[in-house]
């Protein structure tokens, strides 16, 4: 289990921009917007801020956590190597839960968007059916090839539907930004944790960490990353402050899409569509990042080999979606991944850092008085 | 000829002396090297086989050396002109000299009892690679030169080693097929090309083990890192400037006896879309050129799925102004949308295909009857509508724009599985297609070497000669990508040399 990666398989450290930004933005960019203005209205963009400010601090301490496993390997290996193999199986198991309910989340939410805008009689189980066909056929190319959609995922999408953003500015009322802190800090700490989730995926560095080449030159790649995030965020509040006022927002589930309604054209229109089709790359790579993670925690657990384990997990996905797809059990989904994510990020992982800082020197403390 | 001067970089510090430059020569297979005594004198004959004319070697220098040198033991190097009738005979001490000469299709005669002197004697065969008609006829360009490679291995490997002088283009030759025996040549310059490149290269050649190898095509789709993709994983050209092109880039080219086509390996995927016109042009236009080619694959392949996606899903997309033409040009069209595409499409690949198999007179009749006669009629009919038959016609002619054959056959396959993707789930499947696709771009590998290169794996350094054809004075460095030995093509500095405004 302890074998390094062969030099062909691992990626160049730069690429983690790519991948970190890919599985942070997904469908929670269409409609963060409603939640967070209910909290904090106009100054909703501070929770943004904070919100991402927190997560650099987070990255960091993964990347402090990640340095002390054996070898320079994953956090499965972590923990087994930090809680034998019975406890830190069971606390394996925990996170390979965590990482399906993800990528179910994710497809689910995107699946349910088609529906609902693009095409409300077609059965979603075509959907889901094509996106695990085609992440069976991406996760069998290897990591490299995963890496390669998330560059994709990124590039494409922000070269693309980005600037459709700025054709809101004709409408801009820039008097919505006032008056600023106008909200206590409770309302903007609620908001904070609201947002802190549309930050969550980059928590899957956990299982990919070993292949990066020269993993730790990798962080300010990642921090590099959140930046970019946190700016696409911050612009995105920003326009949906000064075009919506505060009660239209209430009726709309995902602003920035409606947003996307306004740009026009002589030759096509409802530019929506265009959007929602090209979002199938921005969520695309954090389906697949976060099935592969499945995979690679199963390898690493019970030695069982990726070929064999993916069409299982594919398959549990697919049944999943079958059965729940009334909105309802959506948003309960969401509202689970959500929790168990910033569990995970914000309480279990800082324990973890700071159960095996404090394992370390007692280690080294004995060592020293033999 | 900029690109040749890492030859000229490293003048050659240290002086050759004569068995050191035959050691140097000898590592290319076209090199030959004949020793024999006449009387009493030991001499030996140094030429390449793809330069010199073999009736000018055996009629007017070898015939002579062995009579005449016999009943005239008194000749020397100096006075070889009085045995051998060819009018350009020198002698040189200078083994640089001598090396140059030898590339350029001399003969080195020399004699055991004056050593460090050669003779030589011109026998170049300026006419080799002339057949009656060798121009580019599928790789044709406006500008630059029009000569391509022919049936001939010997006048390929000739007009390869006429435009890259040096000793260190290295030809490396093998038999491939049992029954057919071809001779295939491995062209690759030393000191440019990554030795791991070459090695896999060879390897990969020596392993076919195949009965009769009629092309290059075939060794191409043998030697295929993965034989299920429809997009060709190593560029085959006609062209001399390409291959040069390609070899000073530190690519290797692959020859076979009877293919007029060299294929060269590792490539990426963007090589594929550029035209040595190009580089012909002022770069401010080629670029323009290679842009608007980028762009006519992309509407050739997203063209009529868009139309099908809008016209079956998405309605609500087509603006108001816009909805009065179609709607009256679609009015009597029976059938849904993509069986109206299918059926244009269907009816241009069937043109496509009967011009490529009818001769060039006919071909030329059957356009214009398939072409206007077809497409009217069609639209007449009410079996397309006239919007659709603008957008598959203009789709098929973006896809020409395609330097490559292989490439632009490509790019009219996958338009299928997008329109059939587009038909089932409209925008989303498009999306869903385009996703497929690029994984599947970045799964697939030339020689080990990622296809996608220099995008996936992004090397932002090699972006200059991609999507822009950057002017000369910023391509002195080869694309990294190939992991080549020497990293300049031309001596940057001077390439870059400014003068200040008024000076």
Redesign the interface.
């Known amino acids: 289990m302890k074998q390094t990666l062969d030099e062909r398989f691992l990626i160049s450290p730069f690429l983690v921009f790519f991948i970190v930004h890919a599985t942070q933005v997904g469908v929670g960019m269409l409609g963060f917007q409603r939640p967070l203005m209910e909290d904090a209205g106009q100054d909703a963009w501070m929770a943004v801020l904070l919100a991402g400010l927190a997560t650099h601090v987070l990255i960091w301490l993964m990347y402090r956590l990640l340095a002390y496993s054996p070898s320079g390997g994953d956090i499965v290996s972590l923990h087994k190597h930090y809680f034998g193999r019975w406890f830190g199986g069971v606390l394996s198991i925990g996170l390979l839960a965590y990482y399906a309910l993800a990528a179910f989340t994710v497809l689910q939410s995107y699946i349910e968007i088609i529906k609902v805008w693009m095409f409300p009689l077609m059965g979603a189980w075509q959907f889901s059916l094509i996106f695990l066909m085609l992440t069976y056929y991406v996760i069998s190319g290897g990591f490299r090839v995963v890496a390669g959609l998330c560059f994709w995922g990124v590039v494409i999408p922000l070269a693309t539907i980005f600037p459709m953003m700025a054709f809101a500015f004709e409408y801009a009322q820039y008097r919505n930004l006032l008056p600023v802190l106008d909200h206590s800090p409770t309302q903007i700490l609620k908001a904070v944790n609201d947002m802190a989730f549309q930050y969550l995926g980059f928590e899957v560095l956990l299982m990919y960490y070993p292949f990066l080449k020269n993993a730790p030159s990798s962080q300010k790649w990642a921090h590099a990353s959140n930046v970019l995030t946190i700016f696409l965020y911050l612009v995105v509040i920003l326009i949906s402050i000064i075009f919506y006022n505060k009660e239209q927002i209430a009726h709309i589930t995902w602003p920035t899409l409606t947003l996307a309604k306004i740009p026009e054209v002589p030759f096509i229109e409802r530019m929506e569509y265009i959007v929602i089709s090209i979002y199938v790359l921005v969520v695309f790579p954090n389906l697949v990042v976060a099935v592969w993670a499945m995979a690679r925690v199963v390898k690493q657990l019970f030695s069982i080999r990726q070929r064999r384990s993916l069409p299982v997990l594919i398959a549990c996905l697919f049944i999943g979606t079958l059965f729940f797809e009334e909105k309802s059990d959506i948003e309960r989904f969401i509202q689970w991944t959500s929790k168990s994510g910033l569990f995970l990020i914000g309480v279990y992982i800082p324990l973890l850092y700071v159960y095996v800082w404090v394992v370390e020197k007692v280690k080294k403390s004995l060592q020293q008085k033999q | 000829m900029s690109f040749l001067s890492f030859f000229k970089k490293k003048k050659r510090p240290s002086q050759l002396t004569m068995p050191q430059l035959w050691e140097k020569l000898r590592r290319s297979s076209d090199f030959v090297e004949v020793s024999f005594v006449v009387g009493r004198k030991e001499l030996s004959v140094y030429y390449f086989d793809s330069l010199v004319d073999p009736k000018v070697l055996q009629e007017n220098i070898l015939c002579h050396l062995q009579n005449d040198l016999s009943r005239r033991p008194d000749v020397q190097l100096e006075n070889l002109q009085q045995i051998v009738p060819i009018q350009r005979i020198e002698v040189s001490e200078d083994a640089a000299a001598i090396e140059e000469k030898v590339l350029k299709g001399f003969v080195v005669v020399s004699f055991r009892e004056q050593p460090g002197k050669a003779a030589l004697i011109s026998a170049a065969n300026e006419n080799l690679g002339l057949r009656e008609n060798n121009d580019t006829e599928n790789e044709f360009s406006v500008v630059g030169p029009k000569v391509g490679f022919v049936e001939n291995i010997g006048t390929n490997l000739h007009l390869l080693r006429r435009q890259i002088v040096t000793p260190n283009l290295v030809f490396r030759e093998m038999m491939i097929g049992s029954v057919s025996k071809t001779k295939v040549v491995i062209a690759y310059i030393d000191g440019v090309a990554n030795p791991e490149t070459i090695r896999t290269m060879t390897q990969r050649i020596e392993a076919i083990d195949f009965d009769v190898v009629f092309d290059n095509a075939i060794i191409d789709q043998i030697i295929a890192d993965n034989s299920k993709t429809p997009f060709p994983l190593f560029l085959s050209t006609e062209r001399i400037d390409r291959a040069v092109y390609a070899l000073v880039s530190g690519q290797v080219a692959v020859f076979c006896d009877g293919s007029p086509y060299a294929i060269i390996g590792p490539s990426t995927f963007f090589d594929f879309f550029t035209s040595p016109e190009d580089y012909s042009l002022p770069w401010v236009l080629g670029s323009f050129f290679r842009l608007i080619r980028f762009f006519g694959v992309m509407f050739s392949i997203l063209a009529s799925p868009v139309y099908i996606a809008v016209l079956t899903?998405?309605y609500?997309?087509?603006?108001e102004?816009?909805l009065g033409p179609i709607i009256y040009s679609r009015s009597n069209v029976p059938f849904p949308p993509v069986l109206e595409v299918l059926f244009l499409e269907i009816t241009i690949e069937l043109l496509r295909e009967a011009g490529a198999r009818l001769p060039t007179k006919v071909a030329q009749t059957l356009g214009i009857v398939g072409g206007i006669v077809i497409g009217q009629a069609t639209v007449d009919a009410g079996l397309a509508s006239t919007i659709l038959l603008i957008v598959v016609a203009l789709a098929a002619l973006a896809s020409f724009t395609t330097p490559i054959f292989k490439m632009s056959n490509s790019i009219r396959f996958i338009r299928f599985p997008f329109i059939l993707f587009a038909a089932?789930?409209?925008?989303?499947g498009?999306?869903?297609a385009?996703?497929?696709l690029?994984?599947?771009l970045?799964?697939l590998q030339s020689l080990g070497y990622p296809y996608?290169v220099p995008?996936?794996?992004?090397r932002v350094r090699n972006f200059r000669d991609t999507f822009v054809r950057s002017p000369y004075s910023m391509t002195a460095e080869r694309p990294t990508f190939f992991r080549p030995q020497s990293r300049f093509r031309y001596d940057p500095e001077n390439a870059k040399q400014k003068r200040d405004i008024d000076e």
């Open positions: 899903y998405h609500e997309m087509i603006p102004d816009l089932c789930w409209g925008g989303i498009i999306a869903f385009v996703c497929g690029l994984i599947h970045g799964r996608l995008f996936y794996p992004l």
